[in-house]
């Protein structure tokens, strides 16, 4: 759309924008006229000193060693004063853990002749879960059972709340589930609208174990602790007006012990993605560069609250959650250096697809909220064709021993298929060189 709008007097042009403002390269219009009249606005942002090629680091202009290579930067690798950094936005980019045509194919079809069983023992964020469900060939039609688990309480909340509204809302549930899940703001409706569904079911729930919500051939049963529910009650109750939202995320996002590390990457950008990246760290709102995002005028609580701040570090960004090569492919009208308006439209494609699934197939969800060393109590009689523990063999979790002998068993035997997938994030760090051979080879013979 053309990009000449003024919140102030609630003028939008409704033309389509074509024409790529020269200078900065990420915003359309769709005349010359309407490049003028929204000058005053765009001007600011792009003849800002970021947008100027010729941009350096403060730390270059300054002439200063930097703060990442001082001794003392290197035990914040990653800021958030109050200490509670929760993984909302996951730590890798997505995979699709089930592949089905490197694994259970057969003569140019599955060989799956039963449900598939899949166990995320430590989902962090959702996108695992919709790429391997997109990734499916379209003619599967066996049901697919899918257990999730994560310890934190706002994860697992955020995670149902989302399958949720896409189970109930289909796609209408997109554009609401994407603010929800990346933006630090919603728009009126977004925010009213997300309350009251969310406190009716609370009030429907009791806040029991054990809840069935059901949607067709769709089921979602949660097993959740009264912790989880307590805090959806909290999200719900805890309102965070917006200038103190903005304030809160501030400190995190904009804090001078973190200008060098931003600045470093900055460096490696063009002025126009330099441009996006600033404007969505400022108003931490996922939408195409230029969109109208005026309206979005209430904290989204689900993300902050006055106890907790924001909780997301200052270095996690939604773009590196997924596959970077696919969401730059994008094109949609939206400008080349605009990789968080190509990820906006990316997310729009993969929903579309996961609804699909959602509403053709045969699927159930079994949400639990349990520390990973006890997740195998409660799943002792099932068995998966998949099970992915994220990094959870790191040291720093659980490690690699208990992630073997805590799942290996709960891999499907009857299926040669059935895969354990783990990853390491810290794992090279936390272990002596001279002791990894011995240790791996060590666990892996015996487990
Ligand atoms: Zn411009
Ligand atoms: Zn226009």
């Known amino acids: 759309m053309c990009a000449n709008i003024n ?7 409704k033309n389509i924008g074509d024409k790529l403002c020269k200078n900065c390269r990420v915003i359309f219009y769709c ?6 009249m929204h000058w005053k606005f765009h001007k600011i942002e792009c003849k800002s000193e970021i947008a100027s090629k010729d941009w350096q680091p403060d730390y270059v202009k ?15 690798p990653f800021f958030n004063p109050l200490n509670k950094i929760e993984n909302l936005w996951g730590k890798m980019p997505e995979i699709d853990i089930i592949k089905i045509a490197f694994n259970e194919f057969e003569d140019g079809k599955s060989n799956f002749n039963g449900p598939i069983n899949l166990l995320f023992a430590a989902s962090g964020d959702l996108n695992d879960i919709i790429m391997s469900l997109n990734g499916l060939p379209l003619d599967f039609d066996q049901t697919v059972n899918i257990c999730v688990n994560d310890y934190t309480e706002r994860i697992v909340v955020r995670n149902f709340m989302i399958l949720y509204l896409l189970a109930k809302f289909g796609k209408n549930a997109i554009d609401i589930v994407i603010q929800i899940w990346y933006s630090s703001s919603l728009t009126d409706i977004q925010a009213i609208r997300s309350l009251e569904i969310f406190s009716l079911i609370l009030k429907d729930s009791q806040m029991m174990e054990e809840n069935l919500f059901e949607f067709g051939k769709l089921k979602i049963h949660t097993h959740f602790s009264s912790k989880t529910w307590m805090c959806l009650a909290e999200m719900l109750s805890n309102r965070v007006d917006l200038q103190t939202g903005i304030s809160l995320r501030n400190e995190i996002m904009f804090n001078p012990m973190r200008k060098d590390y931003r600045h470093r990457y900055m460096q490696l950008l063009t002025p126009g993605e330099r441009i996006c990246f600033d404007n969505f760290r400022h108003h931490g709102i996922l939408l195409p560069y230029g969109a109208l995002n005026a ?7 689900f993300i902050l609250d006055r106890t907790n701040g924001w909780v997301i570090s200052d270095n996690s960004d939604p773009l590196s959650r997924w596959d970077i090569f696919s969401v730059v492919q994008i094109k949609n009208g939206t400008a080349d250096e ?10 729009r494609e993969q929903f579309v697809m996961f609804i699909d699934r959602l509403q053709k197939l045969s699927i159930n969800f079994d949400l639990y909220d349990e520390d990973a060393l006890k997740l195998d109590e409660k799943l002792k009689d099932k ?3 998949r ?7 790191d040291e720093s979790y659980i490690g690699i021993k208990s992630t073997l002998i805590k799942f290996r068993p709960l891999l499907n035997a009857n299926n040669p ?3 354990l997938i783990t990853l390491f994030m810290n794992w090279l760090p936390s272990v002596p060189e001279s002791d990894r051979g011995e240790i791996m080879e060590g666990i892996i013979q015996k487990y």
């Open 7 to 13: 919140a102030t007097n609630n003028f939008v042009c």
């Open 31 to 36: 005349s010359r006229e309407c490049q003028k």
């Open 62 to 76: 300054e002439k200063k060693v930097p703060l990442f290579v001082s001794d003392d930067s290197r035990s914040i």
């Open 295 to 301: 309206h979005h005028n209430v904290q989204n609580r």
């Open 338 to 347: 605009d990789f968080y308006g190509k990820l906006f439209f990316y997310l």
């Open 383 to 385: 068995k998966f064709d």
């Open 387 to 393: 099970i992915y523990a994220n990094d959870l063999g």
């Open 417 to 419: 298929n059935a895969t």
